[in-house]
Protein backbone atom coordinates (compact mmCIF):
# COMPACT_ATOMS: atom_id res chain seq x y z
CA UNK A 1 0.00 0.00 0.00
CA UNK A 2 1.51 3.35 -0.80
CA UNK A 3 2.45 5.64 1.60
CA UNK A 4 0.77 8.45 0.03
CA UNK A 5 -2.67 9.74 -0.83
CA UNK A 6 -4.26 12.08 -4.14
CA UNK A 7 -5.01 15.50 -3.42
CA UNK A 8 -6.27 18.37 -4.57
CA UNK A 9 -4.61 21.99 -3.26
CA UNK A 10 -7.15 24.79 -4.34
CA UNK A 11 -5.60 27.73 -5.62
CA UNK A 12 -4.76 30.18 -2.91
CA UNK A 13 -2.13 32.89 -2.63
CA UNK A 14 1.23 33.21 0.44
CA UNK A 15 3.27 35.50 1.74
CA UNK A 16 6.91 33.85 1.43
CA UNK A 17 10.19 34.68 1.82
CA UNK A 18 12.22 34.05 -1.05
CA UNK A 19 15.77 33.35 -1.10
CA UNK A 20 18.27 30.59 -2.58
CA UNK A 21 19.80 28.08 0.11
CA UNK A 22 21.34 24.70 0.13
CA UNK A 23 19.00 22.45 2.21
CA UNK A 24 21.38 22.51 5.14
CA UNK A 25 20.25 26.19 5.13
CA UNK A 26 16.83 25.90 4.96
CA UNK A 27 16.40 25.44 8.46
CA UNK A 28 17.39 28.99 9.61
CA UNK A 29 15.63 30.73 6.60
CA UNK A 30 12.44 28.78 8.12
CA UNK A 31 13.45 29.94 11.88
CA UNK A 32 13.74 33.22 10.67
CA UNK A 33 11.13 33.49 8.17
CA UNK A 34 8.32 32.04 9.62
CA UNK A 35 8.41 33.97 13.25
CA UNK A 36 8.65 37.37 11.24
CA UNK A 37 6.08 36.64 8.66
CA UNK A 38 3.30 35.67 11.79
CA UNK A 39 4.14 38.91 13.18
CA UNK A 40 3.62 40.60 9.83
CA UNK A 41 0.20 39.07 9.24
CA UNK A 42 -1.15 39.67 13.30
CA UNK A 43 0.08 43.25 12.66
CA UNK A 44 -2.25 43.84 9.86
CA UNK A 45 -4.89 42.20 11.56
CA UNK A 46 -5.04 38.98 8.83
CA UNK A 47 -4.91 35.36 10.94
CA UNK A 48 -1.71 33.47 9.18
CA UNK A 49 -2.86 30.02 7.32
CA UNK A 50 -0.66 26.94 7.08
CA UNK A 51 2.85 27.33 7.56
CA UNK A 52 4.57 25.97 4.02
CA UNK A 53 8.20 25.74 2.57
CA UNK A 54 7.48 26.02 -1.41
CA UNK A 55 10.64 24.46 -3.47
CA UNK A 56 10.15 26.69 -6.44
CA UNK A 57 13.09 24.96 -8.18
CA UNK A 58 15.11 21.68 -9.21
CA UNK A 59 16.40 21.00 -5.10
CA UNK A 60 20.38 19.86 -6.69
CA UNK A 61 22.95 21.49 -4.24
CA UNK A 62 20.65 24.85 -3.51
CA UNK A 63 17.48 25.48 -4.66
CA UNK A 64 14.93 28.50 -4.94
CA UNK A 65 12.55 28.38 -2.18
CA UNK A 66 9.57 30.52 -0.35
CA UNK A 67 8.87 29.87 3.09
CA UNK A 68 5.70 31.38 4.64
CA UNK A 69 1.83 31.01 5.17
CA UNK A 70 -0.82 30.80 3.38
CA UNK A 71 -3.55 34.09 2.97
CA UNK A 72 -6.75 33.79 2.88
CA UNK A 73 -8.41 35.06 0.07
CA UNK A 74 -10.71 37.65 2.82
CA UNK A 75 -7.51 38.84 4.24
CA UNK A 76 -5.82 40.09 1.46
CA UNK A 77 -7.06 43.42 1.35
CA UNK A 78 -5.24 43.55 4.59
CA UNK A 79 -1.71 42.08 3.72
CA UNK A 80 -1.19 43.43 -0.04
CA UNK A 81 -1.37 47.10 0.66
CA UNK A 82 1.36 46.45 3.23
CA UNK A 83 3.44 43.04 1.64
CA UNK A 84 6.78 45.60 0.49
CA UNK A 85 7.01 47.21 3.97
CA UNK A 86 8.25 44.32 5.99
CA UNK A 87 11.60 45.50 6.28
CA UNK A 88 12.76 42.19 4.24
CA UNK A 89 13.38 42.99 0.33
CA UNK A 90 12.74 39.26 0.00
CA UNK A 91 8.98 38.78 0.95
CA UNK A 92 6.89 38.49 -1.70
CA UNK A 93 2.90 37.64 -1.90
CA UNK A 94 2.61 34.54 -4.61
CA UNK A 95 -0.61 33.04 -5.88
CA UNK A 96 -0.35 29.22 -6.82
CA UNK A 97 -2.93 27.93 -9.10
CA UNK A 98 -4.96 24.68 -8.45
CA UNK A 99 -3.21 21.98 -8.68
CA UNK A 100 -3.58 17.79 -8.15
CA UNK A 101 -0.46 16.45 -5.87
CA UNK A 102 0.68 13.76 -3.62
CA UNK A 103 0.99 13.95 -0.03
CA UNK A 104 3.14 12.21 2.49
CA UNK A 105 3.10 12.19 6.48
CA UNK A 106 6.55 12.86 7.39
CA UNK A 107 6.74 12.07 11.17
CA UNK A 108 10.16 12.69 12.57
CA UNK A 109 12.67 15.65 12.98
CA UNK A 110 13.18 17.87 10.21
CA UNK A 111 16.98 17.15 10.16
CA UNK A 112 15.25 13.83 7.83
CA UNK A 113 13.18 15.62 5.33
CA UNK A 114 15.92 15.43 2.57
CA UNK A 115 15.36 11.64 3.03
CA UNK A 116 11.73 11.76 3.02
CA UNK A 117 12.04 13.39 0.10
CA UNK A 118 13.76 10.95 -1.99
CA UNK A 119 12.29 8.13 -0.38
CA UNK A 120 8.84 9.80 -1.21
CA UNK A 121 10.03 10.62 -4.61
CA UNK A 122 10.93 7.54 -5.32
CA UNK A 123 7.69 5.21 -4.13
CA UNK A 124 5.65 7.98 -6.48
CA UNK A 125 8.22 7.30 -9.48
CA UNK A 126 7.42 3.84 -9.21
CA UNK A 127 3.67 3.52 -8.72
CA UNK A 128 3.77 5.53 -12.44
CA UNK A 129 2.57 9.12 -11.11
CA UNK A 130 3.23 11.66 -13.61
CA UNK A 131 5.26 13.90 -11.47
CA UNK A 132 5.33 17.28 -12.30
CA UNK A 133 6.81 20.60 -11.52
CA UNK A 134 6.55 21.63 -8.00
CA UNK A 135 6.42 20.96 -4.31
CA UNK A 136 6.40 22.03 -0.81
CA UNK A 137 6.17 21.21 2.56
CA UNK A 138 3.56 22.10 4.87
CA UNK A 139 4.73 22.36 8.51
CA UNK A 140 1.89 20.41 10.65
CA UNK A 141 3.85 20.47 13.85
CA UNK A 142 7.58 20.51 15.01
CA UNK A 143 7.75 16.74 14.45
CA UNK A 144 5.28 16.36 11.41
CA UNK A 145 5.50 17.51 8.20
CA UNK A 146 3.21 16.89 5.33
CA UNK A 147 5.33 16.70 1.39
CA UNK A 148 3.35 17.72 -1.37
CA UNK A 149 4.37 16.43 -4.91
CA UNK A 150 2.91 18.24 -8.16
CA UNK A 151 1.14 15.89 -10.90
CA UNK A 152 1.29 16.84 -14.30
Known sequence: MASFERVTVPAHTAIL???TVSPTEMAALTGQALPNLREFLISTGAEP?????????????????????????????????????TGDDRVELAHFDATT??????????TELSGAWRE?????????????????????????????LHLR
Open 101 to 110: ALVHRHTGPR
Open 49 to 85: GAARAYILSEPHGTFDVGVGFVVDEQDLPLVEPFAGD
Open 17 to 19: VRD
Open 120 to 148: FAAEAEAAGEPLGAGSFEELVSDTVTDLY
